[in-house]
């Protein structure tokens, strides 16, 4: 047992010496869990923990922290100690020679207490981002926090809060909206790799032209630009390498035409009230509808809101909070990822989406009938760019053959392009292909 009646510096730092105290079982253990990459490591920890250990909440007043022994021989496990054996063969494995960076995350889930009451290991979080936490039923899950903390046990901690009574997680946080922003976290990467890839290869994507197709009609050159990529002129490349954000974007369920359905994943009302809200500012600033209470908005209305801010800002947004926050400064913004570690940190990035949000979402939460649709005419980070791109890609095949003088250019970008659309419609992409072909034969047969 920590002391009597413990404080929450108590047993923080308790953990920390339970940790140091220890170290010698761990590194006589720790080769048992050696092998494979980092992934493979923590996935073996994960699943051991699970089923191995003995897993008990316990009292909020009688709090203990116990040694790998004790643990392995029937002792009772909470999340602390859980943390303290992961992170302990882990530390062990490091001074081993394995490469791997590891922390303690404290977080609350109660969104008007940042009092931590859960603790798990996260392993190379700027990098891989690996959850170690079996008292979830999933490895490596994601589970929506309000409130975090991360602590490198070889330097000391502040104070923080009680830790080790948290349940199993029905009665942590919502596994759909949990889904809904991890998916949406992937969208956001996904396209910020989407529009990179795009001004490199000077060709478009299927998120890329997404964008560009749900952008505001305003825009300078839209109606032009749209006419550019849905002609024959536009090749599509979808080539993101395999398991790359833009790839699982693309691959995913939740972005309408682009990667999946608009509708219907979820029933009933399943969200937090900031996604709800964010509902209700697209339908009232972005759609001219007036619709102020956000139990007017459907789970249904969520996906394609969200949407809408990410592709005109290029970062993520969980809700009203993020939108709120870029109108006001990046710092506004960015110090949200103490609440959601999935918030955009990168400076530039942040920076293009303040330009945008301060510029044209003006008065949020301010719902006079003046400001209905005032929002709509929103031209995002990307959009103008993308109306350039396709302006330069305006020609026909026809013109590209007679401005060039040779076929093999235009018979390589339709090569290289993915073949999500019929080059002819109607006409499946090989047989357009087969035509292409003999027309280029029959025209030098002729010569």
């Given at each position: ?42 996935e073996r920890l994960w699943k051991f923990c699970r089923k191995n250990f003995n897993y008990v909440i316990e009292d909020e007043e009688f709090q203990f922290t116990s040694c790998p022994y004790t643990m392995l021989t029937g002792g009772d496990v909470d999340c602390k100690n859980y943390s303290l054996f992961i992170g302990g063969v882990l530390d062990a494995l490091r001074r081993r020679g394995y ?349």
């Amino acid at each position: 047992m920590i002391v009597d009646q413990q404080s929450c510096n108590d047993i923080i730092q308790q953990i920390l010496v339970k940790h140091e105290e220890c170290k010698g079982d761990y590194d006589r253990i720790a080769g048992y869990f050696e092998g494979g990459d980092i992934w493979d490591v923590s996935e073996r920890l994960w699943k051991f923990c699970r089923k191995n250990f003995n897993y008990v909440i316990e009292d909020e007043e009688f709090q203990f922290t116990s040694c790998p022994y004790t643990m392995l021989t029937g002792g009772d496990v909470d999340c602390k100690n859980y943390s303290l054996f992961i992170g302990g063969v882990l530390d062990a494995l490091r001074r081993r020679g394995y490469r791997c960076h590891w922390q303690f995350r404290f977080t609350s889930y109660a969104l008007l207490d940042p009092t931590p009451g859960h603790v798990f290991v996260v392993v190379n979080p700027t990098s891989d981002d690996i959850w170690i936490d079996p008292v979830l039923d999933q490895f490596n899950r994601h589970l929506f926090y309000w409130y975090h903390r991360n602590r490198n046990p070889r330097k000391t901690l502040q104070t923080l809060g009680a830790i080790g009574f948290v349940s199993r997680p029905s009665t942590v946080g919502s596994t759909a909206e949990d889904s809904l922003l991890q998916q949406v976290k992937d969208y956001s990467d996904g396209l910020s790799q989407a529009i990179t890839l795009g001004q490199q290869t000077g060709s478009f994507n299927s998120i890329t032209k997404g964008i560009l197709q749900s952008a505001s009609k305003s825009i300078p050159g839209i109606g032009q630009a749209l006419q550019v990529v849905n002609s024959l002129s536009v090749a599509v490349n979808d080539k993101f390498g395999a398991g790359s954000p833009a790839a699982k974007a693309l691959s995913g369920s939740l972005y309408g035409g682009i990667v999946g359905l608009f509708v219907g994943l979820f029933s009933g009302r399943t969200f937090n009230s900031d996604q709800y809200w964010a509902g209700v500012y697209y339908k009232f600033y972005v759609l001219g509808q007036n619709v102020t209470d956000p139990n007017r908005i459907a789970d249904s209305d969520v996906i394609p809101a969200l949407k809408w801010f990410v592709d005109r800002t290029g970062v993520f947004i969980s809700g009203r909070e993020h939108i709120i926050a870029l109108t006001q400064s990046p710092g506004a913004y960015t110090n949200y990822y103490k609440v959601n570690a999935d918030t955009t940190t990168d400076a530039t990035r942040v920076t293009a989406a303040y330009n945008v949000a301060s510029r044209y979402w003006q008065s949020p939460g301010n719902f006079n009938a003046s400001l209905l649709g005032s929002w709509a005419g929103t031209i995002g980070v990307f959009d103008n760019g993308l109306v350039q791109l396709a302006a330069k890609l305006g020609m026909t095949p026809e013109q590209y053959v007679a401005a060039t003088g040779t076929a093999d250019q235009v018979a390589a970008q339709y090569t290289d392009a993915a073949t999500s659309t019929s080059l002819i419609p109607g006409i499946p992409n090989i047989a357009a292909a087969g035509i292409a072909a003999l027309l280029i034969f029959l025209s030098l047969s002729k010569n």
